[in-house]
């Protein structure tokens, strides 16, 4: 019985890896088309200012409405999925997500643009708690890794679908562009409904032991690591949000706003890798020591260049302003409250995506009420606030993490 047993258990493991990387696979792909929708925003911002005559408090309500829907409905399909299952509701939501563009191509006015981003973001909703969390229990105590690539993935849509969009703005009309975007969404929701295995727990050795023996010390960890999380999203939405206008005032036209933002977010991906290293080796708290306080002063080097300066700041500024998050994400499992990773992983979504609705429409009250240059020094400052935080994190630690 036992050498059966051992035989079993060997046939099982190669299924268990296919399992486990299918699910990083196409989790992988879904967050790359849903970042690159949510960014996809930053580069429409200037088109729909001049197509409806839009200040920038009320262009912040219009990505805010995107966004706010993405984050006020994570806890509920974390919750549904539970029930139903999470690869029928994440194909569904990835369709809706595509469809919301779409309608927002259709759409004549302000108030159908407003109801087709609440739509599309809405269908965003499913994406973070239902892939990450099915990358989390793929791949079990050595999710972190996986979990990295799969923010990765997500880094690489930021990138390529605001970069693609600004080309096919030169190409075709932006109702145009919205219904070629939109398309893809339906194809990758058949990816996601067809490819994507059902959910399967992986326990790596020890976790268990290793959870019960260190949940005593992590209490109260996981509400300061979403403190910071929340403060690092409203600086990263904030100043993408003004981004396009300062270039816009330093002389650059619509081509390279895209490309601008495109290096923004490659250096994004660069910094989910260097990051990651960072933390594995300095810990969270000199992690987000050096990234925070490297934001603002990129942000600031930007802010106060001419052109072509700002743009080779870009990428360096990318890696700031996305690397922090690559730590903290990975951290969510180890700080769980209960060990519930689903429900964390809902919860901390909901917070930093709700973040990054309603920051930059502050942010753009102020923007309105100064300019945008003080606006943007305001998110320079938000990003050192983080700082303290992060040294209260420090002791809420597991003794392992160098941090």
């Known amino acids: 019985m036992a050498g059966l047993a051992t035989i079993a258990a060997n046939s099982s493991a190669p299924r268990s890896r296919n399992h486990a990387r299918r699910t990083l696979m196409v989790a992988g792909l879904a967050h790359a088309l849903h970042d690159g929708y949510t960014d996809l925003i930053y580069v429409l911002l200037p088109v729909w200012q001049a197509e409806f ?19 006020g409905l994570q806890i509920p399909v974390s919750r549904l999925a539970e029930k139903l299952g999470g690869r029928g509701i994440l194909a569904f939501g990835t369709a809706l997500a595509g469809g919301g ?14 109801v087709a981003l609440a739509l599309s ?25 996986p979990l990295g690539v799969y923010n990765f993935s997500g880094d690489l849509g930021k990138a390529a679908v605001p970069a693609t969009t600004s080309v096919l703005l030169t190409l075709m009309p932006w109702r145009s562009a919205l219904y070629v975007l939109a398309a893809l969404g339906v194809a990758v929701a058949l990816a996601v409904a067809l490819l994507m295995p059902a959910p399967h727990r992986t ?23 979403f403190a910071i999380g929340v403060l690092d999203s409203a600086v990263r ?5 003004f981004l396009p206008f300062l270039l816009k005032a ?11 933002l495109a290096l923004v977010f490659v250096g994004g991906a660069a910094g989910k890798f260097a990051c990651g290293w960072l933390g594995a080796r300095l810990g969270v708290l000199w992690t987000v020591l050096a990234t925070e306080g490297g934001t603002a002063v990129a942000i600031a080097a930007v802010l106060t260049s001419p052109l072509i300066p700002a743009l080779i700041v870009l990428p360096v500024l ?23 990773a689903e429900r964390a992983f809902a919860v901390f979504y909901t917070g930093t995506i709700g973040s990054g609705a309603i920051a930059p429409v502050l942010f753009g009250i102020l923007g309105d009420a100064t ?8 998110t320079a400052t938000t990003a050192l606030i983080t700082i303290p935080i992060a040294l209260a994190l420090a002791p809420k630690l597991r003794p392992e993490d160098p941090g």
Not at 101 to 114: H, N, R
Not at 324 to 331: A, D, K
Not at 371 to 378: D, I
């Open 101 to 114: 563009y779409a309608l927002a191509g259709i759409s004549g006015g302000l108030l159908g643009l407003c």
């Open 371 to 378: 300019n945008v240059g003080w606006a943007t020094v305001g």
């Open 121 to 145: 973001g809405a269908g965003s909703s499913t994406q973070h708690p239902i892939a990450s969390a099915a990358v989390s229990h793929a791949y079990g105590d050595a999710a972190r890794g």
């Open 250 to 260: 330093k002389g650059a036209t619509l081509p390279e706003i895209g490309f601008a």
């Open 237 to 241: 939405m904030g100043f993408l949000t």
């Open 53 to 71: 005559a839009l200040g920038y408090g009320v262009l912040a309500v219009v990505r805010g409405l995107y966004t706010g829907a993405m984050a």
């Open 203 to 225: 326990q790596g050795p020890g976790i268990g032991k290793e959870k019960s023996k260190y949940v005593g010390k992590s209490r109260g960890g996981f509400s300061l690591l």
């Open 318 to 340: 990318g890696v700031m302003l996305n690397g922090t998050s690559s730590v903290l994400y990975g951290t969510v499992p180890e700080l769980a409250p209960s060990g519930r």
